[in-house]
């Protein structure tokens, strides 16, 4: 257990539906992470929040729109996904960002 | 890109045997961390060396920066077949500010 937490672990959805990934983190750090991992693919940054504010989006497509209500709680909409948006989406935190980062356990999301 | 390559991509030992992956990178860092992540799940961290220091250890983990270079090694020693796992490094670089950047892992598989 690294204190970071996911849900849904696994989730199937069709194109024209939306949905939400939650992550909670119980380490009481200040920065939280998306990131999207497919096969045969390096790790991707998709966006990072500092003291619940926006500081970083690498260029992520409008369908999915991170949302950080507080520190302790990520959440990623996912609206009109296409199939190449299949992935193991993972979540992180750290005390600041740059620092050493702890991850959930990921959500396993397919796209039909 | 920053971003850090390892080398070599996938390595096969037997139980009990030493492990070395490379990692390398392209611009300064203020630090540089291994993780490893078991198959479909989040990534966790084993250690980060600074930028001012040559070499850590941690248990059966040795990790060594040479920032001449612009490279790091990690060894596993008297490997276990709990050690299969992808490991990736991840540069913190002096002008990113806010994010780690992950390399594109190395698959170990040890055989019992």
């Known amino acids: 257990e690294t204190g970071v937490t996911q849900t849904p672990r696994h989730l199937v959805m069709g194109m024209t539906n939306k949905k939400s990934l939650k992550c909670e983190q119980h380490?009481?750090?200040?920065?939280m992470y998306w990131y999207k991992q497919s096969a045969k693919k390096p790790l991707e940054l998709m966006f990072v929040?500092?003291?619940?504010?926006?500081?970083e989006n690498n260029s992520v497509p409008s369908r999915f729109s991170p949302e950080c209500p507080n520190s302790s709680h990520l959440f990623l909409h996912l609206h009109t996904l296409q199939p190449e948006d299949s992935a193991l989406y993972l979540c992180a935190s750290s005390q600041f960002a740059g620092d050493t980062q702890y991850f959930g356990p990921g959500t396993r999301l397919t796209v039909l | 890109s920053q971003q850090g390559e390892e080398d070599p991509q996938a390595l096969s030992i037997q139980e009990g045997e030493n492990a070395t992956m490379n990692c390398s990178y392209k611009?300064?860092?203020?630090?540089l961390q291994w993780y490893r992540q078991n198959s479909g799940r989040g990534l966790v961290h084993l250690i980060l060396?600074?930028?001012?220091?040559r070499e850590k250890h941690s248990g059966r983990l040795r990790v060594t920066l040479d920032t001449s270079k612009k490279s790091s090694s990690l060894l596993i020693t008297a490997s276990r077949a709990a050690d299969t796992a992808s490991y990736f490094c991840a540069t913190d670089w002096e002008a990113a500010g806010n994010k780690l950047t992950f390399g594109g892992g190395t698959r170990v598989l040890v055989k019992p």
């Open positions: 929040y500092s003291l619940e504010e926006r500081v």
């Open positions: 380490l009481g750090h200040n920065a």
């Open positions: 611009t300064s860092i203020n630090n």
């Open positions: 060396i600074r930028s001012n220091e």
